[in-house]
């Protein structure tokens, strides 16, 4: 299937393990991941990485292709992020299914508020850690 990943890029470099974890998973699973950026950009994130500059032009085209060619819309959305709700809102428009996944945490709501305004048939959202990443993607990644 293919698959967009996307997550915010505020805490990419902390939170690489959780997105790394994703990416492998969907990888194993056989899934085809639509602009493949997650490796690139965390070292563009890290402490000693070059940020190279992309033009607001081109990152909004390389956005809408991604969820136009996507079958599917993973987001990881357990930092909050404008950018992520637009892309859900353009998913939304183009009646793509959407997967919102959160990192559980003992302060996190039971559904993100969020995705709780604009839940329909075609978002599903679940919570994650490290360990059960594998079998959350499998169960989700099933749903019709």
């Known amino acids: 299937m ?4 996307t997550c915010s890029p505020k805490k990419l470099f902390e939170l ?3 997105y790394l974890a ?11 991941v639509v602009a493949d950026w997650l490796k690139s950009g965390i070292e563009r994130h890290s402490p ?3 940020r ?3 033009s607001r032009k081109e990152f909004y085209q390389q956005l809408e292709r991604s969820i136009e060619d996507c079958g599917i819309l993973l987001v990881e959305g357990t930092v909050d992020s404008m ?23 003992e302060d996190s709501p039971p559904i993100h508020p969020f995705i709780e305004g604009v839940m ?9 850690s490290l360990e059960n990443i594998g079998e959350v993607l499998a169960t989700v990644l099933k749903w019709d």
């Open 2 to 5: 293919k698959i967009f990943f």
């Open 16 to 18: 690489r393990e959780y």
């Open 22 to 32: 994703i990416h492998r998973s969907l990888l194993s699973e056989g899934h085809d």
């Open 48 to 50: 000693t990485g070059i």
């Open 52 to 54: 190279t500059k992309i």
């Open 83 to 105: 950018s992520l709700g637009w892309q859900i809102a353009k998913a939304l428009e183009k009646n793509k299914k959407i997967v919102f996944l959160q990192i559980i945490q």
């Open 120 to 128: 329909n048939e075609s978002i599903h959202f679940s919570q994650y």
